[in-house]
Every structure is written in C-alpha cells, then in structure tokens.
C-alpha cells in the first residue's frame, strides 16, 4: 500500500446535514396563495407577493411558525424570546425576487437533539438550528438525458415559491451514511407523529449534505473532531437529494470519491455539487460559497418576532418512541411488531381502535401482517382505508365468530375489499364463502379416508405429513370454507376411531 493510500484510510468521514422540510399548510409562508400543487398547472400558484412584484408585502404564516414550535418541543430545542427574518441575497432562475426571506443569526430554535438507532446502537444527533424560509421554485432540466450538466434547456415553476420550508441544521456528528439514512427517516416519523409533514408531497423533504474527510491524527481520544480541525478542512456540499436511500447512496459514492481523491494525492476542493441519482454521480456545481457571499441582511418589511410564550400553550402528541414503548407495555408486542405498528401516526391509531374491540396478538396481526402487507401490495397506505375501519372490523368478527375461515378472509375477502371497494358482507354472500357446517365436513372427512388408503397407511405408519395431506383433501372438498382446525380435529378423530 501506498503512503497516500494509507493516508486515505487514515481520515474520518465527518457529515452534517441541512434538511428541508416542506410544511403542511394551506397556504404559503408569506401569502395566501394555496400550496396544494399536486395536479396543478405550472405558474397558476402565484401571486405577486410570492413573484416578488415590486410593492408587494409579505404577512407571516401563523400556522409554519407553530409547526417550528412543535419541533423545537419534540427535540427538546431552545425557543429564543426574539427571533427575526433576514433576507439571503443570490441570483438563480427558481428565485424570483433573487433573495431569500429566512433565520440567519436568529433561528427560532436551538440547540436540539434526536436520538437514532444503528444497528442497535442509540445515540444522540445534536441540532444546531432549525428556522423557517420560503421554498424556491422549482427547475425542470429537459432534452439531453435531463440532467443538469446535459440539459438543452430549464423549465421553471413558481408554483412552489413560497411554500414555507423549515431547514433542519445537525451537527457534524455522522460518520458514515448509513448513519445519515437512519436520521432522515427517524426525523421523518417525528415530523409525521407532529403532523405538520407529509412524506407524499414531491419534493416534501430535500437534502444538502456537507462531506469533510479529517486526519484521524485530529480525532480526540473519545473519536471527536472539534472545531478548528473542521475548520481547517475543505468542505464539499452534495445537493439535490431527496430521499433517505438516495442520501445513503450520494454521500456514499461522494466519500469513496474522496478518499480517491487522497489516494492520488489530489486536494479536495471546496464546492458545492449536484447529485445525479439517475447516474449515480456526484457533478460539480460551482465553488462552495460563503457565509459574505449571501450579503444578510434584516428584512424591514417583516417585525421581529416573540413566540417563546407560545412553547406552553402548544401541545405536541406521543411521539414514536414513546408509544412504542407504551405498545409494548400495554398490548405485550415484541420490538419488532410495536416498530411496524408505530410506522406512522395513522398505522398506530387505526392498529388502537382494532385493538380496542379484540385481542392485541389477534389486531396485531391482522393490521401490521395481512392488512399492511395487502396495502404494500397495491402502493397504498392506510390513510388511502381509514374511513373505513368498521369494514375491517367487520372482517375480523365474520372470521372470529367462525362465520368465515381465515384462509377465506385473507386471501378472498379482503382482497376484493381493497381491489374492488366492496363491503365483506357482500364479498362473502357473493362468493358463497360461509364456513361448511358439520355434516358437509363429516362427509368430506369420510371421503377423503375412504379415498387415500396409502395416506391413511402412512398416518399409522407415524408420518408426520400424511394428515397434513388428508386435511389438504378436506379443504379442497369443502371449497376452503372450512376451519383447518376442525378439520384437523376431526380427521384425527375419526383415524383414531379407526
């Protein structure tokens, strides 16, 4: 090995994020306009707050300032008594007034954390900041395989101008993606349980990642890295990135590209680059900018800002982890199903009001297995069925109270509930799926003895599959409306009669 490849390897991997967060409001940070954009017509989302006319005045969102609350109390951040906007000053096509009203020095919270498991290990992320800005508009890159390198031309979309963001600052402290993955998606599930996020929207939660490989010789004997060794490294900025997979892969493929970089001797320069998922790349953008380079300054057309008595009158609900914790406690889940049950908010309340009418082994498996299962089936989730939760309590009772087997209800029933939005009632009526009452079972008990001597031979014989195989015949006389169970019971019944 080389000296500059042992080098290489001599490098921590430092990462901190910024992450955007689109927040869930019926209008925009500054105006009225409406920020359901879905299925909405380029540029028809505007108005000239938002355009930034000349003349035109912003009026701040209570509803974002209070989702930035609601964070700040969910990662136990500080509230300042005053906070204020700035405007950060740059020229790019998507920025309409070329600046950007957002927090410099006075963010609306501080000094947070969020505590992520990796391979079982917990340990706390620290939050720098999180403070509330305007999103820019948005840039489609068209012709020349579409990317931003490739491009012939750029389309651009005010529609998203305006819709107000809130940018989620960590501390330096991931040291490998996986790491970063791991974060992302526990921020996603808190921001979720707070409700003011919603992971569906396009564009809803976009990364920037910082990327800095530090000697190990600049390590504290505890693994830390303090300031002035981060100071003293050149910083590499990968943005575009818009997924917890995607961040994994970018600052992977970006570390390697580094750590390259040492092994030949080259030096890694301060850029800011662009993530190209469809290649699988980092491009290089341009030079990284500084802090100057943005020229701050307060924005004098909105006041300062005192909502510190707010943080008491807010009230946020049970976060993830606690009600998993609870989960486990009350219903007796192992680790694994109260994680798949504490998903989302709306897995958790719809798996409580099942576990409500039956029995929390009995609701844990017909919501976290069969019903999850079939909506991941269908690219669905529960919010697409959560009106209708007395049809699904309906299922569980029809088979509970032996009116249909379970086979039935999986794989007939609940299937034609969701593919053809039927009620199980009606399902079963007109599949005739009624469990077989007992003289049908004793006759097809009778015949499939009669008709499988070598099975019958083998059961005596001590082979463990031959019953198997005879209530397998039952099951197909019956046209599976029969219960396994008694069928099993039975045939055993009748051979030891025998």
Same mark, same amino acid.
Request: aromatic share 6%; net charge negative.
């Given at each position: ?17 910024? /992450?955007?967060? =689109? ?51 969910? +990662? ?21 007034? *070329? ?6 020095? !006075? ?29 820019? #508009?948005?840039? =489609? ?61 396009? %564009? ?9 490989? +530090? ?6 004997? #505890? #693994? ?35 750590? *390259? ?46 909502? !510190? *008595? ?5 009230? +946020? ?29 709306? &897995? ?50 029809? &088979? ?12 007939? /029933? ?11 009632? /009606?399902?079963?009526?007109?599949? #005739? ?15 499939? +003895? ?17 019953? *198997? ?10 046209? %599976?409306?029969?219960?396994? %169970? ?11 009669? %025998?």
């Amino acid at each position: 090995m080389t000296a500059q490849a042992a080098a290489a390897r001599e490098h921590a991997v430092v990462i901190g994020l910024e /992450v955007h967060v =689109q927040l869930e409001t019926r209008s925009k940070i500054f105006c009225g306009c409406s920020t359901d954009l879905a299925d909405a017509e380029p540029n028809t989302h505007t108005c000239p707050t938002c355009l930034g006319l000349p003349g035109a005045l912003p009026a701040l969102n209570e509803a974002a300032v209070a989702a930035a609350i609601k964070l700040a109390k969910a +990662i136990d951040a500080d509230v300042p008594e005053e906070t204020r906007f700035h405007r950060k000053n740059y020229y790019y096509p998507d920025l309409p007034k *070329n600046f950007q009203i957002t927090q410099y020095d !006075a963010p609306l919270c501080r000094d947070g954390a969020l505590e992520v498991t990796v391979a079982d290990e917990t340990r706390e992320i620290g939050i720098e900041r999180a403070h509330l800005e305007e999103d820019p #508009g948005s840039l =489609q890159h068209a012709g020349g395989g579409g990317g931003i390198d490739t491009a012939e031309y750029t389309l651009v979309d005010y529609n998203r101008a305006g819709v107000p963001l809130m940018e989620v600052v960590t501390e330096p402290d991931f040291r490998e993606p996986g790491e970063v993955r791991a974060f992302l998606a526990t921020l996603e599930e808190v921001l979720e349980y707070l409700g003011i996020f919603d992971g569906g929207r396009d %564009g809803s939660l976009r990364v920037d990642a910082n990327v800095s490989l +530090i000697p190990e010789s600049e390590r504290s004997a #505890g #693994g830390e890295v303090g300031p002035d060794a981060l100071a003293a490294a050149n910083r590499t900025e990968v943005k575009n990135i818009s997924s917890h997979k995607g961040a994994e892969k970018a600052l992977a493929y970006e570390v390697t590209r580094q750590r *390259n970089a040492v092994e030949r001797g080259r030096t890694i320069a301060q850029e800011t680059r662009h993530w190209d998922e469809s290649r699988g790349v980092t491009v290089s953008m341009r030079s990284k900018e500084a802090e100057k380079d943005y020229r701050y300054f307060g924005e004098a057309d909105l006041p300062v800002l005192r909502v !510190a *008595n707010w943080v008491e009158e807010i009230e +946020i609900p049970e976060l993830p982890d606690a009600r998993r914790e609870r989960f486990r406690a009350k219903y007796g889940l192992s680790e694994a199903t109260a994680r798949k049950l504490t998903a989302t908010r709306a &897995v958790a309340d719809f798996y409580e009001r099942v576990a409500d009418r039956f029995d929390p082994d009995l609701a844990a498996t017909w919501v976290a297995d069969t019903l999850l299962g079939e909506l991941n089936y269908r690219d669905l989730t529960i919010a697409d069925v959560e009106g209708r939760l007395d049809e699904f309590v309906g299922l569980i009772e029809l &088979v509970a109270e032996g009116e249909i087997t379970e086979k039935n209800a999986e794989e007939v /029933v609940l299937r034609a509930m969701l593919d053809e939005g039927d009620r199980p009632d /009606v399902v079963v009526e007109r599949e #005739g799926l009624g469990t077989a009452g007992g003289e049908e079972i004793e006759r097809a008990v009778a015949a499939a +003895i009669d008709e499988n001597p070598e099975a019958v031979a083998d059961f005596y014989a001590g082979e463990d599959g031959a019953l *198997n195989f005879l209530v397998g015949q039952v099951m197909g006389a019956t046209g %599976g409306s029969a219960d396994p %169970g008694a069928v099993n019971e039975r045939l055993r019944a009748a051979l030891d009669d %025998g």
